[in-house]
């Protein structure tokens, strides 16, 4: 928003008008889409005689109306949310949140306080990120995906402040259903299977199977659990969720199946 607006500023050479001033700020802290609304309707007004014949502007304006129209997600007035990025309906962005140009985030996700959405990140329908979560390039999280507090994803895998590495960013999948615990830190190149949960605190460092419990430092596989999160007491190698009733096999010491 604000790079479109300096741009308006210096255009209308002028200071410009107040009207002006107040229509932009009140769509800085417009929340919803109705709010959203308003305030580009209002603007569109404002705007029409310095819009007029520029044509980069108006292409800016449209992505701009773009962007906060394209759902009736809400956002608190404290988020940043930039041009390009795409956003559910009904999702929820809550305080000091920045969510980036081509970041995708689906349906009814709830992005926590102060969490950071970098460019490309790919968020799954239904997704809870808690507070303080940075969410780096090449992290995607499929749908119904629960991102505890705090938790830290990294994208480099051998850091130096002084050499880029951007061309060597590694993925991360969280992969649908799975749970991160609080303060888990992630280390990049790895998958955290469907339906996985990774207990609070824990330190991750290689790829954990679908309905895996793993914790500790490193995280390591304690047992296994359903889909609905409940620890899975083997018979065998058959397994009754105790919640749900649903029937899992074992396939191998490192893998289990639902099977109905
Ligand atoms: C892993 C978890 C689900 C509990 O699992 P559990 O099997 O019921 O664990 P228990 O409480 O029975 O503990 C079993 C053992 O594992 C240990 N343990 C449990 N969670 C652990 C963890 N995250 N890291 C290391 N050890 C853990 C316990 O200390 C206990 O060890 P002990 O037998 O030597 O005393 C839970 O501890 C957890 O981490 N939940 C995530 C909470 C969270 O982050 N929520 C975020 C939203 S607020």
């Given at each position: 928003m604000n790079s479109f607006f300096s741009k308006i500023k210096s255009l209308t050479r002028s200071t410009p008008s107040?009207?002006?001033?107040?229509?932009?700020?009140?769509?800085?802290?417009?929340?919803?889409?109705?709010?959203?609304?308003?305030?580009?309707?209002?603007?569109?007004?404002?705007?029409?005689?310095?819009?007029?014949?520029?044509?980069?502007?108006?292409?800016?304006?449209?992505?701009?109306?773009?962007?906060?129209?394209?759902?009736?997600?809400?956002?608190?007035?404290?988020?940043?949310?930039?041009?390009?990025?795409?956003?559910?309906?009904d999702t929820k962005i809550w305080h000091n949140t920045h969510v980036m140009k081509s970041a995708v985030i689906g349906d009814r996700c709830i992005l926590g306080q102060n969490t950071f959405v970098a460019p490309n990140v790919v968020l799954g329908n239904g997704t809870k990120v808690q507070n303080n979560v940075s969410l780096y390039e090449g992290v995607r999280c499929e749908e119904d995906?629960?991102?505890?507090?705090?938790?830290?994803?990294t994208n480099v895998i051998n850091p130096r402040s002084a050499i880029e590495r951007k061309a060597e960013f590694m993925p991360?999948?969280?992969?649908?259903?799975?749970?991160?615990?609080?303060?888990?830190?992630?280390?990049?190149?790895?998958?955290?299977?469907?339906y996985a949960f990774v207990g609070a605190g824990s330190l991750v460092t290689s790829c954990i199977p679908d309905n895996a419990m793993v914790y500790g430092h490193p995280a390591r596989l304690q047992y296994w659990v359903s889909d609905a999160g409940h620890r899975l007491a083997f018979d065998g190698d058959k397994a009754v969720c105790s919640a749900t009733g649903d029937k899992y096999i074992k396939e191998t010491d490192l893998s289990i199946k639902k099977i109905s």
């Open positions: 107040v009207e002006l001033l107040w229509y932009m700020e009140y769509l800085r802290m417009a929340e919803t889409l109705e709010d959203r609304r308003t305030a580009l309707s209002m603007l569109d007004v404002a705007l029409k005689e310095i819009l007029r014949d520029d044509l980069e502007l108006n292409r800016a304006w449209a992505a701009m109306k773009a962007t906060y129209l394209q759902s009736n997600y809400f956002a608190h007035h404290t988020a940043t949310i930039d041009l390009g990025c795409k956003i559910g309906n995906t629960f991102i505890g507090p705090s938790v830290v994803f991360t999948l969280v992969k649908k259903g799975a749970s991160i615990g609080a303060n888990s830190t992630i280390v990049c190149g790895h998958t955290i299977g469907a």
